[in-house]
């Protein structure tokens, strides 16, 4: 009797080796989905800065043509000079760029004009200048302030276009 609780006791466990050979495939696991992870997170990012411009492409559309000259919520309108500024448009990307996923922006003609903005993350405000002779549109960024930070630095970014928006019905501005 005294022999099977010896048995028993030996049998309990895992071993050292079974144990470093699981830790070892968590390891191997982890050193994979790690990078898989951050791709994905990054895609998401750029996802992001394209939706926020083309929701700021769409505000400033929508105030120009139906300016009153004043300020609403995040948009100004300068009816003088064409000008449709909005403001606290967020950019997320961090790594690569924008690229082809500008390419969602049919009203963007020049798909790097955003790519110097669109890697250093940050609140930007966009300046929409309008032109009714030949239907263009201008878009400058200027980053107002850092991303998960305090600081308000005022760069200027050369992410300006000359681009000709998608035909509107209802006649012109």
Same mark, same amino acid.
Request: overall charge neutral; charged content about 20%.
């Given at each position: 009797?005294?022999?099977?609780?010896? *048995?028993?006791?030996?049998?309990?466990?895992?071993? @050292?080796?079974?144990? @470093?050979?699981?830790?070892?495939?968590?390891?191997?696991?982890?050193?994979?989905?790690?990078?898989?992870?951050?791709? +994905? @997170?990054?895609?998401?990012?750029?996802?992001?800065?394209?939706?926020?411009?083309?929701?700021?492409?769409?505000?400033?559309?929508?105030?120009?043509?139906?300016?009153d000259g004043t300020t609403k919520g995040n948009v100004t309108v300068d009816s003088a000079n064409d000008k449709v500024t909005v403001a606290n448009v967020s950019f997320k990307s961090q790594k690569k760029g924008l690229g082809s996923d500008l390419d969602s922006l049919t009203w963007l003609g020049n798909?790097?004009?955003? *790519?110097?903005?669109?890697?250093?993350? %940050?609140?930007? +405000?966009?300046?929409?200048?309008?032109?009714?002779?030949?239907?263009?549109?201008?878009?400058?960024?200027?980053?107002?302030?850092?991303?998960?930070? %305090?600081? !308000?630095?005022?760069?200027?970014?050369?992410?300006? *276009?000359?681009?000709?928006?998608?035909?509107?019905? %209802?006649?012109? !501005?």
């Amino acid at each position: 009797m005294d022999m099977k609780t010896k *048995d028993r006791k030996r049998k309990a466990g895992f071993t @050292l080796a079974e144990l @470093l050979i699981v830790v070892a495939i968590i390891a191997v696991l982890v050193a994979i989905a790690i990078p898989v992870f951050n791709n +994905q @997170l990054e895609k998401s990012r750029d996802a992001t800065t394209v939706a926020n411009i083309r929701t700021a492409y769409a505000e400033a559309s929508a105030a120009y043509m139906t300016d009153d000259g004043t300020t609403k919520g995040n948009v100004t309108v300068d009816s003088a000079n064409d000008k449709v500024t909005v403001a606290n448009v967020s950019f997320k990307s961090q790594k690569k760029g924008l690229g082809s996923d500008l390419d969602s922006l049919t009203w963007l003609g020049n798909k790097g004009a955003f *790519d110097a903005a669109a890697t250093d993350p %940050g609140v930007y +405000q966009l300046v929409f200048t309008f032109s009714s002779t030949d239907n263009s549109v201008t878009v400058a960024a200027t980053k107002t302030g850092a991303a998960n930070s %305090g600081s !308000n630095t005022n760069n200027t970014n050369n992410g300006t *276009d000359t681009t000709t928006p998608p035909a509107t019905s %209802g006649g012109t !501005n």
